[in-house]
C-alpha cells in the first residue's frame, strides 16, 4: 500500500475529531437548556407553594415569573446555537443538521414551558379556591338581617260598638276569639321589639296583651310603664290577646309609691268593763277580745301549776274559764276549790276564756250543795267503760283523774238530761288532781254518757274519751 505524501492531510481523522467535538457542543447546550427549563419549573413551582401557603398575593405573579423566565432560556439556547454555528463553519452539512436537531429541541423545551405554566397557574388557582373555601368556613356566620316589621299607619273605617256581652268575652282570657268592635282598654303599656303593647287585667286577674296599631303606633313606646287609656277598633284574634287601633289614647305616669309610715301605738288606757261586758266575758262563745278592769267570781282550781277561775258552765265542754296570774297570786293555792271573787285586768282572748292579771281576790263562802243524805248513790271510778242502773231522784258520782292542761268535760245537753248537779276540782298530790262528777237523774229511761278529756282553754282538741250507759228506774 502506498504511503500519503508528507504534508498531505488526513481526512478520516480530522473528520472525526470535528464530529466529537460538534457532538459535544450540541450536548453541552441541550444540557444547559435542560437546566435552564429545570430551574424556570423549579421557581414556577416555588411560586405556586408560596400562593397556596398565603405567601404570594396572586396567581398573576407566578405567570408573569413563568414569562419572564422563558426569554433567559430562549437567550442560553441562542448563545449555545450561535457558538455551535461558529466552531462548526467548516461542515455546512453536518452543522445544518445540529442546528436542526437544536432547533427542534429548542422548540419542544419552549412547547414544555407554557405548558408548565399553565399548570402552575391552574394549581395556584385551586389553592386559592381552596384557601377561599377554608377561610369562609372558619369565618363566623354573619346574622341576617331582619326584616322591618309591618307598621300599621291607616285607621280603619268606624266598626259597630262592643256590647256588654262582648266585653265580658274580651276581657275573659281563654275565651272570646274573633271578638271585634269599636271600644276601649285600660292597661299597662310595655314594648316588645320596638313595639307599643297594652297589658290589661282581665275579669279573672289573668292579663290579656294587645298589639296597639294606628299612626300614634312610633309614638306610644315612649310610655313605656305607664297607665294607658286607648279607644279604638278592638280586634280579639286569639283567647289571650288581639289588636286595637287607637284613635284617641291617654297616658298617665305612674304615682310613685307612697311611703307607709308605722303607726305608732298609743298604749290603749284600761277603762272599767259596764255590766254588759262582764255578763259577756262570763258568757260561752262571746266577748272574744273585750280588755278592761272588772270584778269576776268563780271557782278556783288548778292546772299544773297555773291557777284558774272557772266562771260558767264549769264540767262542760261550754265552760268558760280564766288563768290567773300576777302578784296578786301569792296565798290562792289554801283556796283551791273555794269561791273566789277577783278584781283586776281581764282580757278574753276566745269565747272560752282567757287571762285576769289579779289585783285583789277575797275568799267567798260555798254554794249550799245538794245534801247527799238519804241518797241511795252508785260510785264511778276511773275511766272504765260500764253500764250502772241508779233510782230515779238519787245520786251517781263519777270521779276522774285529771292532767296538767287538760280537763275532764260533758256535752251541755247530756248533762241537762243526766241531771249534773256538781263537778267539783280536788286538789291531789303535786299538781294532780280528781274530778268528781255528781248527777241527779230525774227522768226514768236509759242515756248513754260519753266524758271528754279535753285541752283547758280550747274544748275541740280531745286527748280521749269514755262512754258509761246509764239506766234510770223510777
Sequence with gaps: MAKPKSGAKKATPAAKKD??????????ASERVAKAATKVAKAVKDK????????APSAKSAAKAGKSAAPKAAEAKGKAATKAEASSKAEASTKGEAAVKGEKAAAKSEKAEPAKAKA?????????KGKAAAAAAAAPAVPALEKPRPRATKLPPVGSSLTKR?????????????????????????????????????????????????????????????????????RKTTNYGGTVDVRKYSAKKPEAEAVVVAPVEMETKLRFLSPGETSMVTSAGMGAGIKGFASLRGSLEMTGDEFVLVVSNGGTRQQVSFILEGKGTKGMRKSVGQQLFITGVVEKASGWGGRVVVETFEPRPAEARVSREDME??????????SVEVKLNNGLTV???????????IEPTAAKRVGLREARFEPGEGNAGTREFFFTPRNPGSSELEFFLAKAFTPGVVERSFKINVTVKP
Excluded at 48 to 55: I, Q, R
Excluded at 186 to 204: E, H, Q
Design 19 to 28: 464530529k466529537a467535538a460538534r457532538l459535544e457542543l450540541l450536548k453541552n
Design 377 to 386: 248513790i252508785v260510785h264511778v271510778e276511773g275511766e272504765v267503760p260500764t
Design 399 to 409: 270521779r276522774l283523774a285529771e292532767q296538767p292542761g287538760y280537763t275532764w268535760a
Design 166 to 234: 262582648e266585653m265580658e268575652q274580651l276581657l275573659s282570657a281563654g275565651e272570646g276569639r274573633g271578638v271585634t268592635g269599636e271600644g276601649s282598654l285600660k292597661g299597662r303599656l310595655a314594648v316588645t321589639d320596638g313595639m307599643p303593647y297594652l297589658v290589661v287585667v282581665g275579669r279573672d286577674k289573668r292579663e290579656l296583651t294587645f298589639l296597639l296599631q294606628g299612626p300614634d303606633q312610633e309614638v306610644l313606646p315612649a310610655y313605656m310603664d305607664h297607665k294607658v287609656s286607648v279607644s279604638g277598633l278592638i
Design 120 to 128: 402552575a397557574s391552574a394549581a395556584e388557582g385551586k389553592g386559592t
Design 48 to 55: 405556586v407553594a408560596e400562593v397556596t401557603k398565603g405567601k
